[in-house]
């Protein structure tokens, strides 16, 4: 069976402080997509990699793909009241493109 | 652009009734994907379709059922409501192009169904 784990669960933190959140495998991705939900929306597309070790940035946003495509982070440099949400990873494994979620990591950045 | 739309935002409905959700695709997007999202499972794939036939379907019973019109439009229907299918269902639309070994997924904002 294969598995995809989000950490932390929750995060709760102060305004300009940095965030990581993580995602893991036991199996290899062919590619990996991050989303951010805000309540009472569908989530939003935030970014995707597919190529091991491979580093987006979007603006605060970093995203890191693991070497061997069995891991990914997101890690937010100074944290802002509008970056509170749920965080999503996705992942298609090698070999089938259907998309499966993680639990996802609920951020809260206090002002 | 205009982004995918569901209708109708908000449900309510009784145990043993049927229930039918409509999404309608960024333009020029073939395949919609519908989700269950709850609380305590997260965002579940219930199935997919692409140009009017069903591609992939996910493992959730009979009574949840779907279908594509020519204009790539799609409705998911509930048959006999049960207290567990209380959840915000989620519908994806995207495009032929994948980024990698997925599509990218252009979600609406939801209807949230609430069953009494």
């Known amino acids: 069976t294969q598995l995809l784990e989000q950490s932390p669960q929750f995060l709760s933190i102060q305004e300009g402080e940095n965030l990581t959140v993580y995602c893991n495998s036991s199996s290899v991705f062919s590619s990996l997509q991050w989303y951010r939900q805000e309540p009472g929306e569908g989530p939003v597309l935030l970014v995707t990699v597919v190529t091991g070790g491979e580093v987006k940035k979007l603006k605060r946003l970093t995203f890191q793909f693991g070497d061997a495509r069995k891991d990914s982070s997101l890690h937010i440099t100074a944290a802002q009241p509008g970056d509170t949400g749920l965080y999503l990873c996705?992942?298609?494994?090698?070999?089938?493109?259907?998309?499966?979620f993680g639990a996802g990591t609920t951020v809260t950045v206090r002002a | 652009k205009a982004g995918v739309t569901q209708t109708p935002r908000y449900l309510i409905k009784t145990r043993g009734q049927q229930v039918t959700l409509s999404c309608s695709p960024i333009s020029g997007h073939r395949s919609v994907s519908w989700y269950q999202q709850t609380p305590g499972q997260g965002l579940q794939f219930l199935f997919e379709y692409f140009s009017e036939t069903q591609r992939n379907k996910g493992n959730f019973p009979g009574r949840f059922s779907g279908r594509q019109f020519s204009n790539s439009r799609s409705e998911m229907n509930v048959s006999t409501l049960e207290l567990g299918d209380s959840a915000l269902y989620l519908c994806a639309s995207s495009s032929s192009v994948r980024a990698g070994g997925s599509y990218e997924q252009y979600f609406g904002p939801g209807t949230r169904l609430t069953v009494t």
């Open positions: 996705a992942g298609a494994w090698v070999g089938d493109y259907k998309l499966s």
